[in-house]
């Protein structure tokens, strides 16, 4: 089944939204095989952002990765990665529509709380990025049946 990896980045973790991403995630119907906390050093964050290296705000974003402990995780289930994304909302939060955690939370793009993968090529290399294989967690919820058809 379908992988993605989501973090809750240092101001959801300093504004205790930690909880309410697990809980909206859960609530939505998706199953969490993969849950850290961790400090970021900057070689993993130079890496997770390696496609905005050349963008003028890479510098402050990989700065503001490491300034304070993360929650990383890998929530599985039919069509998550996108499905992530809508519950993420658009990446400036003043534009994302309410609803979404950015929509409902933040205020300002480089503030937005929560990172998702944004594809499923995306999301394999970030997983395998953060997680060790052995850290992930493979495991058959019990309401499945009552999930999907
Ligand atoms: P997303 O996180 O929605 O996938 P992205 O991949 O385009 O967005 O950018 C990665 C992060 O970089 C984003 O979550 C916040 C930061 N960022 C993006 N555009 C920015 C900008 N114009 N100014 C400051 N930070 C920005
Ligand atoms: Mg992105």
Redesign the pocket.
Known sequence: MERTFVMVKPDGVQRNLVGEVIRRFEAKGFTLVGLKMMKVSRELAEQH?DV?RERP?FGS?VEFICSAPVVAMVWEGDGVVASARKLIGA?NPLTSEPGTIRGDFGVS??R?LI?GS?AIETAQREISLWFAPEELVSWEPANKSWLYE
Do not use: A
């Open positions: 952002y905005h705000f974003l990446t793009i480089g937005n990172h944004d």
